[in-house]
């Protein structure tokens, strides 16, 4: 067995196993490992037959993400990865999309799930014109912010990446979560990093004022993932404007938007709830009984 940190070099790989895979679940997308890489403590590991993702949670539990699905791998590398489950150094595979839980007996596995680690996925119609009387309030403070001010949604290029910085500045100085737990960090790095990693970035503007970010990518044919939406609160309607011209201009080739967990975190929960999810993805912990 081969376990190494996951880095930049790892890219290729992992990219052409989790295109292979194709499925919606948030962790299945390289620059996500990348980027919060230090958080998860992110290894791979490779066997004679299989390669494997290595992290910890956030409930810190030590997990092994396959990067093939069950049904399509060779019985030597799944009997590999019960045999790296044996060991007792990871707790259960994770995360297990709900497709792939016949491949497991449950005589051997015992399965778990949590509702905090459930992707929130969004028809892009919906984002795009705020539709029906659930999506009233979220279109008021659209028209309101397009009504306002003089509004344009740009794509992220080298020259604008300080704009960026100042909107993340923003956000950290009104968000109530904490630095240590938040993504700021990581989102930072995103900016720094988001020609290297493939990422989709666009900024935000009112009457040329920097006032939002988002940064994102396809996940896979039908579903575009975003990492990070970042907005100035202090602007009534910018979050809506964000993503409703984001999803015009950039995600109108998807059927779906996923906006990942909420981590168990309220705020991030009724946030995400306030825009009436139309799937939840939910991703299974499988350990050996």
Same mark, same amino acid.
């Given at each position: 067995?081969?376990?190494?940190?996951?880095?930049?070099?790892?890219?290729?790989?992992?990219?052409?196993?989790?295109?292979?895979?194709?499925?919606?679940?948030?962790?299945? !997308?390289?620059?996500?490992?990348?980027?919060?890489?230090?958080?998860?403590?992110?290894?791979?590991?490779?066997?004679?037959?299989?390669?494997?993702? !290595?992290?910890?949670?956030?409930?810190?539990?030590?997990?092994?993400?396959?990067?093939?699905?069950?049904?399509?791998?060779?019985?030597?590398?799944?009997?590999?990865? $019960?045999?790296?489950?044996?060991?007792?150094?990871?707790?259960?595979?994770?995360?297990?999309?709900?497709?792939?839980?016949?491949?497991?007996?449950?005589?051997?596995?015992?399965?778990?799930?949590?509702?905090?680690?459930?992707?929130?996925?969004?028809?892009?119609?919906?984002?795009?014109?705020?539709?029906?009387?659930?999506?009233?309030?979220?279109?008021?403070?659209?028209?309101?912010?397009?009504?306002?001010?003089?509004?344009?949604?740009?794509?992220?290029? !080298?020259?604008?990446?300080?704009?960026?910085?100042?909107?993340?500045?923003?956000?950290?100085?009104?968000?109530?979560?904490?630095?240590?737990?938040?993504?700021?960090?990581?989102?930072?790095?995103?900016?720094?990093?988001?020609?290297?990693?493939?990422?989709?970035?666009?900024?935000?503007?009112?009457?040329?004022?920097?006032?939002?970010?988002?940064?994102?990518?396809?996940?896979?044919?039908?579903?575009?993932?975003?990492?990070?939406?970042?907005?100035?609160?202090?602007?009534?309607?910018?979050?809506?404007?964000?993503?409703?011209?984001?999803?015009?201009?950039?995600?109108?080739?998807?059927?779906?938007?996923?906006?990942?967990?909420?981590?168990?975190?309220?705020?991030?929960?009724?946030?995400?709830?306030?825009?009436?999810?139309?799937?939840?993805?939910? $991703?299974?912990?499988?350990?050996?009984?």
């Amino acid at each position: 067995m081969i376990r190494k940190p996951l880095t930049l070099e790892h890219q290729g790989i992992i990219r052409e196993k989790i295109d292979a895979i194709g499925i919606r679940l948030s962790e299945f !997308s390289y620059p996500n490992l990348y980027l919060f890489r230090d958080r998860h403590e992110y290894h791979t590991i490779e066997t004679r037959n299989g390669f494997f993702i !290595s992290g910890i949670t956030y409930d810190r539990k030590k997990y092994l993400m396959p990067m093939a699905s069950p049904e399509k791998t060779d019985e030597r590398c799944f009997k590999e990865l $019960k045999e790296l489950l044996y060991t007792r150094n990871w707790d259960f595979l994770f995360p297990i999309p709900q497709a792939w839980l016949d491949c497991f007996d449950k005589n051997e596995f015992s399965l778990s799930s949590s509702p905090d680690d459930a992707d929130y996925l969004y028809t892009t119609e919906k984002f795009k014109t705020y539709p029906g009387k659930s999506m009233h309030r979220k279109k008021n403070l659209l028209n309101q912010f397009v009504k306002n001010n003089e509004t344009k949604l740009v794509p992220l290029s !080298s020259d604008l990446e300080q704009h960026a910085r100042i909107v993340l500045e923003q956000w950290q100085k009104n968000t109530s979560q904490e630095f240590y737990r938040n993504d700021y960090t990581q989102c930072e790095e995103s900016i720094e990093k988001y020609q290297i990693l493939n990422l989709t970035a666009a900024l935000a503007y009112a009457n040329e004022k920097p006032i939002g970010l988002i940064i994102g990518e396809p996940l896979n044919e039908d579903t575009f993932i975003i990492h990070f939406a970042k907005a100035d609160i202090e602007v009534k309607g910018a979050y809506q404007y964000l993503f409703s011209q984001f999803a015009r201009d950039f995600c109108s080739d998807y059927q779906y938007i996923n906006l990942e967990q909420d981590l168990g975190i309220d705020g991030l929960r009724k946030t995400k709830i306030s825009y009436r999810p139309d799937l939840m993805s939910h $991703k299974f912990r499988v350990s050996i009984k």
